[in-house]
C-alpha cells in the first residue's frame, strides 16, 4: 500500500516534444506579432472599401410616349448610340406653327420697313420743296425790292409830271403783284414745312414700328429654335460609351420631362472609395502606394494610389449629420472617404462597380 501511495504522489514527467512545440508556437507567434507590430508601423488598412465608377442617368428633356426601344438590359454602347424614341409628332407640329408665325412676323417686318422708306422719300420732296420755296423767296425779295425801288422812282417823277400817270399805275402794279407772289410762296414755305414735321413725325413712328416687328422676328426665332431643340430630344442617344443597367421601358409607356429610366455605367473609369477611420488618417497622404484585394476575386492581386481625401467625414455629407452640441454626445470614431485609383489596367475588365475590397496604404 505504502508503495502504490508513493508511486501516485511521484509528478508526471513532460514530454520532450511538447515542450519542444510549445517553444516553436510560442517563437513563431512571438514573431509574427513584431512583424505585425512592425508592419501596422507603416501601413494602415481597411475592409471598408468597395469599387465605384462614373455614372450617367438617362434623363429625357421631352415628355411623350415611347415610340421604340433600340437598347436591352446590360448591353454596351457607344456615346451617340440611339438608346430609345419619343414619338414625335406633337413636337413636329409645333416646329411647323412656329415656323408659320416666323415668318408672318417677317412679312410685318418688310411692310415696316417699306413704310418707313416712303416716309423717308416723302421727307425728303418735302426738303426739296422746302429749299426751292426758300430760293424763290430770295428772288422774290429781290422782285419786291427792285419794284419798291421802280415805284419811288416813278412816284417822283409822277409828282413832278415828269411820266405819265399810266406809267405810275403801271410801277405801282409791278410793285404790288411782287408783294403778293412773296406772300405766296411764303405761304407754300410754311405748308412744306408742315408737311415736313407730320412726315418727320411719321417716321418716328415708323421707326418704333421696325423696332417692335425685328423684336418680334426675333422672339418668333427663339420660339423656333425651342420647338427645334424639343424635336431633337426625341431621340435619346448615350451620352458616353459605357453599360447600360436594367432597361425597364417598353414601347407605348408614357414618359415625364425629367423621369430618371436607366443608368449608363463608364466603366473604364473604376476606382476604390475606402473609409478609413480617423485615427488612420495622420500618416496618409496623396500618391501613397495601395494593396487592392477584392473579394469577388481573392487569388488577383491589385495596386493603386491615393488619389485624394475628402474633405470632411462621411457622417457630415448624411442627410442627418450628427450634431454635438444637442447635450447627448457619444464619441463615436468618424470615416474619412479616400479615393483611390488603379495603376494598373490588367485584369480591370472582370471588376463592377459596388463589389467589396480591402485596401492598405503603404504610409511609410
Given at each position: 500500500m505504502e508503495n502504490n501511495t508513493s508511486k501516485e504522489q511521484q509528478p508526471k514527467k513532460i514530454s520532450k516534444r511538447f515542450i519542444i512545440a510549445l517553444i516553436l508556437i510560442i517563437s513563431i507567434g512571438g514573431t509574427f506579432g513584431v512583424y505585425k507590430y512592425l508592419y501596422s508601423l507603416s501601413h494602415v488598412s481597411t475592409d471598408n472599401a468597395q469599387i465605384a465608377a462614373d455614372v450617367y442617368y438617362v434623363i429625357p428633356h421631352v415628355g411623350g410616349y415611347v415610340q421604340t426601344v433600340h437598347v436591352t438590359d446590360n448591353q454596351i454602347v457607344k456615346k451617340g448610340d440611339t438608346l430609345l424614341v419619343i414619338d414625335d409628332d406633337e413636337y413636329a407640329l409645333k416646329v411647323s406653327e412656329a415656323q408659320a408665325a416666323l415668318e408672318i412676323a417677317k412679312s410685318n417686318l418688310e411692310v415696316t420697313r417699306q413704310n418707313l422708306n416712303l416716309s423717308e422719300t416723302q421727307v425728303s420732296t418735302a426738303d426739296a420743296s422746302i429749299a426751292g420755296a426758300e430760293t424763290s423767296i430770295e428772288a422774290a425779295e429781290i422782285r419786291v425790292w427792285r419794284a419798291e425801288s421802280d415805284?419811288?422812282?416813278?412816284?417822283?417823277?409822277?409828282?413832278?409830271?415828269?411820266?405819265?400817270?399810266?406809267?405810275?399805275?403801271?410801277?405801282l402794279a409791278e410793285k404790288q403783284a411782287a408783294e403778293k407772289q412773296?406772300?405766296?410762296i411764303?405761304?407754300?414755305?410754311?405748308?412744306?414745312?408742315?408737311?415736313?414735321?407730320?412726315?418727320?413725325?411719321?417716321?418716328?413712328?415708323?421707326?418704333?414700328?421696325?423696332?417692335?416687328?425685328?423684336?418680334?422676328?426675333a422672339q418668333h426665332e427663339v420660339v423656333l429654335k425651342e420647338a427645334l431643340l424639343n424635336l431633337s430630344y426625341c431621340v435619346i442617344t448615350a451620352p458616353v460609351d459605357g453599360q447600360i443597367s436594367t432597361v425597364g421601358i417598353t414601347s407605348g409607356q408614357l414618359l415625364k420631362a425629367g423621369q430618371s429610366l436607366f443608368n449608363i455605367v463608364l466603366m473604364k473609369s473604376l476606382w476604390i472609395t475606402a473609409n478609413f477611420k480617423e485615427t488612420q488618417m495622420t500618416d496618409m497622404k496623396v500618391g501613397q502606394k495601395v494593396k487592392i484585394e477584392i473579394d469577388a476575386y481573392p487569388k488577383d492581386n491589385f495596386e493603386g494610389t491615393v488619389t485624394s481625401l475628402s474633405p470632411a467625414t462621411g457622417a457630415l455629407f448624411s442627410i442627418l449629420p450628427p450634431d454635438n452640441a444637442t447635450?447627448?454626445?457619444?464619441?463615436?470614431?468618424?470615416?474619412?472617404?479616400?479615393?483611390?485609383?488603379?495603376?494598373?489596367s490588367e485584369n480591370l475588365d472582370k471588376l463592377r462597380p459596388g463589389l467589396s475590397a480591402d485596401v492598405t496604404v503603404t504610409t511609410k
Open positions: 415805284f419811288k422812282r416813278y412816284e417822283d417823277l409822277y409828282q413832278k409830271n415828269v411820266i405819265t400817270k399810266q406809267q405810275y399805275e403801271q410801277a412773296l406772300d405766296v411764303k405761304q407754300q414755305k410754311v405748308v412744306a414745312d408742315k408737311q415736313k414735321g407730320s412726315t418727320a413725325s411719321q417716321t418716328k413712328v415708323a421707326l418704333s414700328q421696325i423696332k417692335v416687328a425685328e423684336a418680334n422676328v447635450g447627448n454626445f457619444v464619441k463615436i470614431v468618424q470615416r474619412v472617404p479616400v479615393r483611390i485609383d488603379f495603376t494598373e
